[in-house]
């Protein structure tokens, strides 16, 4: 079973966006990171990993390079709440003993540039390459294009995510397809480009690297 759902948040409105926007950019404890599409524009993509007490583990968001963890502040509870709130019936339909998602994944898209290539959210962490597993993402500020790659088919396919809208991957997707967002066109002249924040909510069920796994 694969699957894939989109939702708006039924919190939609400009001014919550911004709000919502201006709230992430100050209160994530955001790290910087060299991207591949431009090694000189460090700051274009930021990111951050939050973990709920009793998960306190590293994320490699890269491989040999560990992303230092945090602990979800009061106010990222409750965010995580709301979502569950918002799409957790639907998720509990599926998997009936599925819980609050103890960690979650930050990214700050600065520019139209800033982009994520084809990947699976596949890590140890997850055990997605052996069990069924849901991703839920939450994103603000700019709309993005998120590009959907079956693995065995090379099909590919798209999807756009307005502000204030949730995106689950339910099931096999991390075994059987790849997701990216690409670079957005540029903005007309004159016009103030617009950032986009994004969390995606998980539940860690390995603390540590299985036997034989690379």
């Not at 060299?34 to 968001?61: C, L, M, Q, S």
Request: aromatic share 12%; hydrophobic share 35%; proline share 7%.
């Amino acid at each position: 079973r694969v699957l894939v759902t989109f939702s708006v948040s039924p919190t939609d409105g400009r001014a919550a966006d911004r709000s919502l926007l201006d709230l992430f950019s100050k209160s994530v404890n955001w790290v910087e990171r060299t991207t591949d599409y431009d090694e000189n524009e460090a700051d274009v993509h930021r990111t951050a990993w939050y973990v709920a007490p009793g998960w306190e583990i590293p994320y490699e968001y890269d491989e040999g390079d560990a992303q230092p963890y945090n602990l979800m502040p009061d106010w990222m509870v409750e965010l995580r709440d709301r979502m569950m709130a918002t799409v957790g019936k639907d998720l509990r339909e599926r998997d009936p003993e599925l819980g609050p998602p103890n960690s979650c994944n930050w990214n700050w898209y600065r520019t139209a540039d800033a982009n994520i290539g084809a990947h699976a959210d596949d890590e140890y962490l997850f055990d997605g390459d052996n069990r069924e597993m849901a991703v839920v993402g939450f994103s603000v500020g700019a709309e993005r294009e998120f590009q959907i790659l079956n693995r065995e088919k090379e099909e590919l396919r798209s999807l756009i995510l307005p502000k204030m809208s949730y995106c689950t991957m339910e099931g096999w997707f991390q075994r059987d397809f790849l997701h990216s967002v690409p670079p957005a066109p540029p903005t007309g002249e004159g016009k103030e480009e617009e950032h986009r924040i994004n969390v995606t909510w998980r539940w860690i069920v390995n603390k540590e690297k299985p036997a034989g796994r690379e």
